[in-house]
């Protein structure tokens, strides 16, 4: 380390980013990537008493509870300790092209999710590899679904950086941050590179960093810990805090008052998602107006009927599926062809479910 740099505070969260399909299917997702990547940041956890890991899409802790219930057992000990971060959505869903309601049934049925099967009221959501743009509406959706803090990776404004409120069309804000070098960034040299950067462009010496492998999973291993203590046995180097996100965005940012505003979309640099595997596109949005149609025609057949017809167990799975297939891999157009053969066969077993609701 060539100069002192002590007086900096780097707030370090573990995290794995899983994608559910990209250059591999779900079923790999689940029984490889979720699974093996889960079991290695457990372990870690009992090894190192004050690691802290954050993990969205409440998609793969279903999946977890479903396949392996003893690695869910212990997801749930960890997340009741504080030191397991649940982040909200159903899945890292794409931010421009599901419709608005799809968007708000990824947070009511993640954080109702979170809540009934992990304990949790969450109000982070989590978005770090969205990659085709953020709408503008998408505060005041949050907002409305109880999420007051938002992580995202890419798009950031020029004119105010990193953090900011980001305010809707209706005036609704949420606390927005960007996390330098991105979310599977490795602890090492490299986090010092970005210091002097970081404060050059933020006028702050306080940074969140996301550390851990990820796209195929893995999350923070030993070698991570082992490349901690070496840069902490500099006497110049910064102050190293296990943290989680909320420590950040409210004992950090929100503690600062003259934080920009800013208003309008979080632009997306991938213009070619928006027509690639037009097909998966198409698809979706028949399934969105699709069970849309069903609630709102089960709803009446309540009247007529007099027995429940809505809501039931059958909306809540067509939602889910739906929404998983939303992901920001799949709905772009970007994964491999077996993806979207495995989309097509659940939206055919949706669309059945559906149309002999309407029935």
């Known amino acids: 380390m060539t100069q002192n740099i002590s007086h900096f505070s780097v707030y370090l969260v573990g995290h794995a ?29 009992e090894a190192v008493p004050e690691f802290t890991f954050v993990q969205s899409q409440l998609a793969l802790y279903e999946a977890m509870k479903q396949h392996y219930p003893e690695i869910f057992a212990q997801i749930k000990a960890r997340i009741a ?24 049934r990824q947070h009511l049925i993640g954080s109702r999710y979170a809540r009934e099967e992990l304990g ?21 959706i949050l907002k409305g679904c109880g999420i007051d803090h938002l992580l995202y990776g890419r798009g950031v404004p020029g004119d105010v950086g990193p953090y900011f409120w980001w305010e809707g069309p209706d005036g609704s804000r949420v606390l927005a941050y ?3 070098y991105g979310y599977s960034a490795d602890l090492g040299p490299r986090v010092l590179e970005v210091l002097e950067r970081w404060q050059a462009l933020t006028g702050d010496d306080r940074m969140l960093f996301l550390y851990g492998r990820g796209d195929h999973g893995g999350g923070p291993r030993e070698g991570d810990f082992e490349a901690l203590e070496a840069l902490r046995q500099d006497p110049a180097a910064p102050r190293f805090v296990h943290a989680t996100p909320q420590f950040y965005f409210r004992e950090v940012l929100g503690a600062k008052a003259d934080l920009p505003v800013y208003r309008g979309e979080l632009g997306g640099d991938f213009a070619g998602s928006c027509a690639s595997v037009g097909r998966a596109k198409q698809r979706n949005r028949q399934m969105e ?15 007529l009927q007099r027995k429940p017809s809505y809501p ?38 949706v669309e059945r479910l559906l149309n002999d609701t309407l029935d």
């Open 120 to 140: 949790r009221e969450v109000t982070l959501a989590w978005a770090p590899d969205a990659f085709s743009g953020h709408a503008h509406t998408l505060p005041s």
């Open 289 to 303: 107006h699709l069970v849309l149609t069903a609630e709102r025609f089960a709803t009446l057949a309540m009247f």
């Open 312 to 349: 039931r167990v059958d909306f809540e799975d067509a939602w889910r599926v739906i929404l998983q297939h939303q992901f920001h891999d799949e709905l772009p157009g970007t994964s491999v062809a077996g993806v979207y053969i495995d989309n097509e066969a659940d939206y055919q077993r």
């Open 81 to 104: 300790e504080g030191r397991w971060i649940v982040a909200d959505g159903w899945c890292e869903y794409d931010q421009t092209m599901p419709g608005g309601e799809s968007i708000i």
């Open 17 to 45: 980013h899983i994608d559910l399909g990209y250059r591999w299917r779900r079923n790999e997702t689940v029984h490889r990537i979720a699974r093996d990547t889960f079991r290695g940041v457990l372990r870690m956890m």
């Open 178 to 180: 960007s996390p330098a």
